[in-house]
């Protein structure tokens, strides 16, 4: 079983709409959760780190959910700026997992 | 955030040559390195991790003599690719991690690596 899992999509949507992504991580003893940005041919950015009680960034909600062992991101009123694949990154005993990542295309 | 630069941004060499990649974490220290390459379409997969001051490790099937990693203080490491080929044309990422509360890591913009 994958360390993460993540749907990889791809996610067309219209501008506008609300999107979320989750992703699912096998180890419970997992500390630290992200959610990255890519663009293509980029490297990855930080959009924003998920804590416990879940945390909001503008459009942006991410949630944790360690009884179930997944996160989620919601993406609130999508931008055509917002198409890029989001990487589900998980740290685990000081090394990182990352999830395949999830295709977003945000349609005029 | 925190910066992490990475020289060169894009690299062509013949086959048989070496190539070194550097990672500068430029505003903080990063006692551990990451070292990842990833494929056209595919993600980003983990190579090794680089700690200063000490040998790498290695994920399984990565060759520890082909991928020389030397992470000789707090703000740099370094990647060769000896004797490159074909097949190692990629897209080489390192990220360097926070020691926050965190850890969040930040990565370099990548090199992109053309071997013909």
């Known amino acids: 079983r994958k360390e993460v899992e993540q749907d990889p999509g791809p996610f067309n949507v219209p501008e506008g709409a609300t999107v979320a992504f989750n992703c699912t991580y096998s180890?419970?003893?997992?500390?630290?959760f992200f959610w990255y940005r890519q663009d293509c041919r980029k490297e990855p950015k930080l959009l924003m780190s998920?804590?416990?009680s879940g945390n909001e960034d503008g459009r942006f909600t991410a949630q944790l959910n360690r009884a179930s062992q997944y996160i989620s991101l919601l993406i609130r009123d999508s931008k055509l700026s917002d198409s890029a694949t989001y990487l589900c990154?998980?740290?685990?005993?000081?090394?990182?997992?990352f999830g395949t990542g999830t295709s977003l295309t945000v349609i005029p | 955030g925190a910066v992490v630069s990475q020289h060169p941004s894009r690299v062509i060499c013949k086959s048989g040559t070496s190539v070194k990649i550097e990672c500068r974490s430029l505003?903080?220290?990063?006692?551990?390195m990451f070292w990842y390459r990833q494929f056209p379409k595919q993600s980003l997969m983990l190579m090794a991790t680089s700690n200063e001051g000490s040998k790498a490790t290695y994920e399984q099937g990565v060759e520890k003599d082909k991928f020389l990693i030397n992470h000789a203080s707090l703000t740099l490491s370094t990647l060769t690719v000896t004797s490159a080929h074909p097949e190692d044309s990629s897209f080489y990422i390192c990220?360097?991690?926070?020691?926050?509360?965190?850890?969040?890591?930040?990565f370099g913009p990548g090199t992109r690596l053309t071997v013909t």
């Open positions: 998920v804590y416990s």
């Open positions: 990220s360097a991690r926070d020691e926050g509360p965190d850890y969040e890591q930040y």
């Open positions: 505003d903080f220290q990063a006692t551990t």
């Open positions: 180890n419970s003893a997992s500390q630290s």
């Open positions: 990154v998980v740290n685990g005993v000081g090394q990182f997992y």
